[in-house]
Each structure stands twice: as structure tokens, then as C-alpha cells.
């Protein structure tokens, strides 16, 4: 094959690439996730998109190395490459490590249940059931019986008291993608806030709730 058509064809497939707007999406969806108290829905066309175009990338970085490319060219290609990759690993990373954290919750809460890929589920089963497991062998077998429970403190308790659960009512700093006018942040009888387009705030995550999951704003 002709180099020269090759190396075209490679910078073709990556103009056509980086004309996307997913990789200011992975960002965001990044982003989103390690400032929200709880696990957020699983962005699973994004993420497939993204494999996909780290798979392209690293087919193009390969091609243009064999083609002789300027090597400060290459290295522009790279960094995408790994900008990419170190967002879909950190995003991946940090939805695993909420799901370790407040695993026991998100088994017993449909709408949070579905928010898993089906291979964050799979994982959070057999995590849960390890830790239940190793609870009943290192510490709740040698209870008395009362307190045997790896949810409950003992027999008497009406609620899951040994669940963790994340605190909603934490601030997060937060940017509006457009302009949404008044906005009543709760039912405390407070005043209504105007949230203007790309101003910057700090609110309580349980009132922009229905925001974030709409994507009307994006946490930072």
C-alpha cells in the first residue's frame, strides 16, 4: 500500500474522529461521577463510543509510526490517545469504587441497581457476597445471634443501620449548561436562585439532582 495514501487515510479517519464532541462528553461524564455522592447512570453508548476511538487511535498512532512520521506529530497523537484512555480508566474506576463503598444499598434499590453496566452488576454481586462472607467467618459468627446480621446493628433494628448511604445533601460545585431562569433549589420556603449559563455554584447535589441526571448541568 502506498505510504502516502496510508498516512492520509490515517489523518482523515483522525480529523473525522476528533470532530466528535465524545471526548468533551467522557469529560464530563468523568467529572460528573467523581463529584456526585452517589453512582450516576452507567453511560454505556458513550463508553462503548470511547473503545471504539481509542481503538482507532492507537490503529492510527501505529500506522503513522511506520510511515515516518514527524515524530513530534506522533506524540500530539499520543497524548489524545492517553487523554482518552486515562478518562474512560479513571471514570470506570471510580464508579467501581462507589459501587465497593455502598454496595449493600445499591443491591437493595432497583432505580440505583439499574444504573450498572452488566458488568458493574456482576461485579457488585460477587463483591457483595465476599464481603458478607467474610464478615460471617472473621467477625458475626462469634455474635450471639441478635447481632448476625452484616446489615443490621441487631434483630431490633427496623432499618438497614449498617448500610452506608451517600450524603445527598453535600454541596458540589456545579455549571449550568444554558440558562434556566429561576430555579427553587428546595421546599424550605427560600428564595428562588437564577442560574445563568456557565457561572459557576455551589448548591446542595439533592436540589440539582434532576439536573445533573438531564444534563442540563455538569458538576466540576
Same mark, same amino acid.
Given at each position: 500500500?502506498?505510504?502516502?495514501?496510508?498516512?492520509?487515510?490515517?489523518?482523515?479517519?483522525?480529523?473525522?474522529?476528533?470532530?466528535?464532541?465524545?471526548?468533551?462528553?467522557?469529560?464530563?461524564?468523568?467529572?460528573?461521577?467523581?463529584?456526585?455522592?452517589?453512582?450516576?447512570?452507567?453511560?454505556?453508548? &458513550?463508553?462503548?463510543?470511547? @473503545?471504539?476511538?481509542? /481503538?482507532?487511535? *492507537?490503529?492510527? +498512532?501505529?500506522? #503513522?509510526? !511506520?510511515?515516518?512520521?514527524?515524530?513530534?506529530?506522533?506524540?500530539?497523537?499520543?497524548?489524545?490517545?492517553?487523554?482518552?484512555?486515562?478518562? &474512560?480508566?479513571?471514570?470506570? @474506576?471510580?464508579?467501581? /469504587?462507589?459501587? *465497593?463503598?455502598? +454496595?449493600?444499598? #445499591?443491591? !437493595?434499590?432497583?432505580?440505583?441497581?439499574?444504573?450498572?453496566?452488566?458488568?458493574?452488576?456482576?461485579?457488585?454481586?460477587?463483591?457483595?457476597?465476599?464481603?458478607?462472607?467474610?464478615?460471617?467467618?472473621?467477625?458475626?459468627?462469634?455474635?450471639?445471634?441478635?447481632?448476625?446480621?452484616?446489615?443490621?446493628?441487631?434483630?431490633?433494628?427496623?432499618?438497614?443501620?449498617?448500610?452506608?448511604?451517600?450524603?445527598?445533601?453535600?454541596?458540589?460545585?456545579?455549571?449550568?449548561?444554558?440558562?434556566?431562569?429561576?430555579?427553587?433549589?428546595?421546599?424550605?420556603?427560600?428564595?428562588?436562585?437564577?442560574?445563568?449559563?456557565?457561572?459557576?455554584?455551589?448548591?446542595?447535589?439533592?436540589?440539582?439532582?434532576?439536573?445533573?441526571?438531564?444534563?442540563?448541568?455538569?458538576?466540576?
Amino acid at each position: 500500500m502506498d505510504s502516502g495514501a496510508g498516512e492520509s487515510s490515517a489523518a482523515d479517519d483522525y480529523e473525522s474522529l476528533m470532530s466528535t464532541t465524545d471526548a468533551e462528553r467522557l469529560k464530563s461524564a468523568w467529572r460528573n461521577e467523581k463529584a456526585a455522592p452517589e453512582i450516576l447512570t452507567y453511560a454505556a453508548d &458513550l463508553v462503548q463510543r470511547s @473503545r471504539q476511538q481509542i /481503538q482507532l487511535m *492507537e490503529e492510527m +498512532v501505529d500506522e #503513522i509510526n !511506520k510511515n515516518g512520521v514527524d515524530p513530534l506529530t506522533v506524540s500530539l497523537y499520543q497524548m489524545d490517545l492517553d487523554r482518552t484512555m486515562f478518562l &474512560l480508566r479513571s471514570y470506570l @474506576r471510580t464508579r467501581l /469504587q462507589k459501587i *465497593e463503598k455502598y +454496595v449493600f444499598l #445499591i443491591q !437493595k434499590t432497583a432505580e440505583q441497581w439499574n444504573r450498572l453496566s452488566k458488568q458493574e452488576q456482576k461485579f457488585a454481586s460477587r463483591f457483595a457476597g465476599d464481603i458478607k462472607h467474610h464478615l460471617e467467618l472473621s467477625v458475626l459468627s462469634r455474635l450471639p445471634d441478635q447481632y448476625q446480621s452484616h446489615l443490621r446493628q441487631s434483630a431490633a433494628s427496623e432499618d438497614d443501620d449498617m448500610v452506608p448511604e451517600p450524603q445527598l445533601d453535600a454541596y458540589v460545585v456545579c455549571r449550568s449548561k444554558k440558562y434556566l431562569g429561576a430555579f427553587q433549589l428546595d421546599d424550605g420556603g427560600e428564595e428562588p436562585i437564577d442560574i445563568e449559563a456557565d457561572d459557576l455554584y455551589a448548591l446542595p447535589y439533592k436540589s440539582i439532582k434532576p439536573l445533573v441526571e438531564s444534563g442540563q448541568i455538569d458538576l466540576v
